[in-house]
């Protein structure tokens, strides 16, 4: 497994920055789209009998698009405001402290039986604050293990599985759901121009799938890591000095500013509640919908100035917010963190842009589709077959967002054209995604994450932690992938106005 994982490993390490790749794939489709017009290749669409026609990007036409099109693709790319407007609220949430104090608060006095699950539902909790979450959460992780006399190292790895192994789902909305929501939106639209994907169309199966996951990195931790741990510790202990374990729980004036951020909370959801209610309300859609609103059109916003509200009322508490000008500086650093996905959104609106254009995802997906028609595959079959190439192809391509831009366009009309909804489709992806990345060492943070075990066990290498991290990534996949077929053969929705069949 080990000189698999390194094979792994060095072919991983030739692939070029998501950037780059995205323009090299930019750049193949410019001459696939030649080739496909050239020899006249088309396809009849069976949603609607309309014959697509493969379009040239070198001529004067795509010419045209090409140049023309570079500010359009990028500044209409659907998850770029998305994201951009709910990490101004979430920001100020995260900047002025109280994300971290949450997660603190959570783990504080957890008794030892209760340490492993608490970390990693903590954890998934945390994802809120993004890739944030592996420096907050891998540190209190191994604090709290400590704190009850338990290798760090344990809670180390959970702290990591949970949060990049089960990094695509949460309790509560997070930024990646509205990057995730608009990323299947542009797919869909390729089949059906106004097909929107709502950032709560995954909200029950994420709540489900937390608790679900918390539970099998529990079992699998305690009856294989933990196990494994200790008997590393026979040989060589871990360096931890019992003396010196910091203080988990909250000062006075924290626990103040987390309980008015809670009463805040409280307060904005019932608001919100109450002013959805009357039948006539203007954030109910027609005929009084809630699913089809302006409500939940317009959920980022409201994620926004929920996260704002919370973090301006903890961090005006506690002082890490002093005068007015002290939120829009943390909304400002806020978004210089997100500076690398906003230059990768701007390779991949390109890529996506032309991609549409010459029509060669709908010809694949119609193929695709064909293919998979004419062989009368079982849907449960499709959906574990897309799970593991995906959970493959995963180990080389770590991220999530990069991931579904390349294989989204693809994956989504191929399958509406089965009448698998998109939100389905987006809910398999999440569940590809996500498991093997705490294994490959392609993931940056699984470097972090390494440096932090060997703080306390300087042996520690590449290969420790992927042994630790290995039978809770098969696990996870496995419970996963079952639950999502329980899930379609029940016909639970996915989310708010999101059946999943």
């Given at each position: 497994?080990?000189?698999?994982?390194?094979?792994?490993?060095?072919?991983?390490?030739?692939?070029?920055?998501?950037?780059?790749?995205?323009?090299?794939?930019?750049?193949?489709?410019?001459?696939?789209?030649?080739?496909?017009?050239?020899?006249?290749?088309?396809?009849?669409?069976?949603?609607?009998?309309?014959?697509?026609?493969?379009?040239?990007?070198?001529?004067?036409?795509?010419?045209?698009?090409?140049?023309?099109?570079?500010?359009?693709?990028?500044?209409?790319?659907?998850?770029?405001?998305?994201?951009?407007?709910?990490?101004?609220?979430?920001?100020?949430?995260?900047?002025?402290?109280?994300?971290?104090?949450?997660m603190r608060s959570m783990l504080a006095r957890v008794p030892?039986?209760?340490?492993?699950?608490?970390?990693?539902?903590?954890?998934?909790?945390?994802?809120?604050?993004?890739?944030?979450?592996?420096?907050?959460?891998?540190?209190?992780?191994?604090?709290?293990?400590?704190?009850?006399?338990?290798?760090?190292?344990?809670?180390?790895?959970?702290?990591?599985?949970?949060?990049?192994?089960?990094?695509?789902?949460?309790?509560?909305?997070?930024?990646?759901?509205?990057?995730?929501?608009?990323?299947?939106?542009?797919?869909?639209?390729?089949?059906?121009?106004?097909?929107?994907?709502?950032?709560?169309?995954?909200?029950?199966?994420?709540?489900?799938?937390?608790?679900?996951?918390?539970?099998?990195?529990?079992?699998?931790?305690?009856?294989?890591?933990?196990?494994?741990?200790?008997?590393?510790?026979?040989?060589?202990?871990?360096?931890?000095?019992?003396?010196?374990?910091?203080?988990?729980?909250?000062?006075?004036?924290?626990?103040?500013?987390?309980?008015?951020?809670?009463?805040?909370?409280?307060?904005?959801?019932?608001?919100?509640?109450?002013?959805?209610?009357?039948?006539?309300?203007?954030?109910?859609?027609?005929?009084?919908?809630?699913?089809?609103?302006?409500?939940?059109?317009?959920?980022?916003?409201?994620?926004?100035?929920?996260?704002?509200?919370?973090?301006?009322?903890?961090?005006?508490?506690?002082?890490?917010?002093?005068?007015?000008?002290?939120?829009?500086?943390?909304?400002?650093?806020?978004?210089?963190?997100?500076?690398?996905?906003?230059?990768?959104?701007?390779?991949?609106?390109?890529?996506?842009?032309?991609?549409?254009?010459?029509?060669?995802?709908?010809?694949?997906?119609?193929?695709?589709?064909?293919?998979?028609?004419?062989?009368?595959?079982?849907?449960?079959?499709?959906?574990?077959?897309?799970?593991?190439?995906?959970?493959?192809?995963?180990?080389?391509?770590?991220?999530?967002?990069?991931?579904?831009?390349?294989?989204?366009?693809?994956?989504v009309p191929m399958l509406m054209l089965l009448n698998i909804?998109?939100?389905?489709?987006?809910?398999?992806?999440?569940?590809?995604?996500?498991?093997?990345?705490?294994?490959?060492?392609?993931?940056?943070?699984?470097?972090?994450?390494?440096?932090?075990?060997?703080?306390?066990?300087?042996?520690?290498?590449?290969?420790?932690?992927?042994?630790?991290?290995?039978?809770?990534?098969?696990?996870?996949?496995?419970?996963?992938?079952?639950?999502?077929?329980?899930?379609?053969?029940?016909?639970?929705?996915?989310?708010?106005?999101?059946?999943?069949?």
């Amino acid at each position: 497994m080990l000189k698999f994982m390194d094979g792994v490993e060095r072919v991983g390490n030739k692939l070029p920055h998501p950037f780059w790749l995205f323009i090299g794939l930019t750049v193949v489709l410019v001459f696939v789209s030649a080739v496909l017009s050239a020899f006249d290749v088309s396809a009849v669409s069976p949603a609607d009998g309309e014959v697509i026609e493969a379009r040239n990007l070198l001529s004067a036409e795509g010419l045209d698009l090409m140049l023309g099109g570079v500010i359009k693709n990028f500044i209409t790319f659907p998850p770029l405001g998305l994201i951009l407007v709910v990490m101004l609220g979430v920001s100020i949430a995260d900047k002025g402290g109280l994300l971290t104090a949450v997660m603190r608060s959570m783990l504080a006095r957890v008794p030892a039986k209760m340490v492993t699950f608490t970390v990693a539902l903590a954890s998934m909790f945390a994802h809120v604050a993004s890739d944030a979450a592996f420096v907050v959460m891998i540190p209190l992780g191994m604090i709290a293990f400590r704190s009850v006399g338990r290798s760090p190292v344990i809670g180390a790895v959970v702290a990591y599985v949970a949060v990049g192994g089960a990094g695509s789902v949460s309790p509560i909305i997070e930024g990646s759901d509205a990057v995730y929501a608009g990323l299947t939106t542009a797919a869909a639209q390729t089949i059906d121009p106004d097909y929107v994907v709502s950032p709560v169309a995954n909200y029950f199966f994420g709540v489900v799938s937390s608790l679900v996951l918390a539970v099998s990195i529990t079992v699998v931790t305690e009856l294989i890591v933990a196990r494994r741990v200790e008997a590393m510790n026979k040989v060589l202990p871990d360096l931890v000095d019992p003396t010196d374990i910091p203080d988990m729980k909250l000062s006075a004036i924290e626990r103040r500013g987390v309980l008015r951020a809670g009463i805040a909370a409280a307060l904005f959801l019932g608001l919100l509640v109450l002013s959805v209610v009357p039948q006539a309300s203007p954030l109910r859609g027609e005929g009084g919908s809630i699913v089809d609103s302006p409500l939940m059109d317009n959920v980022a916003v409201f994620l926004m100035l929920f996260f704002a509200v919370v973090g301006i009322v903890y961090g005006t508490t506690v002082k890490t917010i002093r005068s007015a000008r002290d939120v829009p500086d943390m909304m400002a650093q806020g978004l210089r963190d997100l500076v690398p996905v906003i230059v990768l959104f701007f390779a991949v609106s390109q890529f996506l842009g032309y991609f549409k254009w010459t029509n060669v995802g709908q010809l694949v997906a119609i193929g695709g589709a064909n293919a998979l028609t004419s062989v009368d595959a079982p849907v449960m079959l499709i959906f574990v077959g897309a799970i593991l190439l995906i959970s493959i192809m995963n180990l080389l391509l770590t991220s999530g967002i990069a991931m579904w831009s390349l294989i989204g366009p693809v994956l989504v009309p191929m399958l509406m054209l089965l009448n698998i909804y998109p939100e389905t489709t987006q809910a398999l992806f999440r569940i590809a995604d996500a498991p093997t990345n705490s294994l490959t060492p392609m993931s940056p943070y699984f470097v972090i994450a390494l440096e932090f075990i060997r703080r306390v066990r300087p042996s520690a290498g590449i290969g420790t932690l992927m042994s630790l991290v290995l039978p809770l990534t098969v696990v996870n996949l496995a419970v996963w992938t079952l639950m999502f077929l329980g899930w379609y053969a029940l016909g639970i929705p996915l989310g708010p106005g999101a059946p999943i069949r």
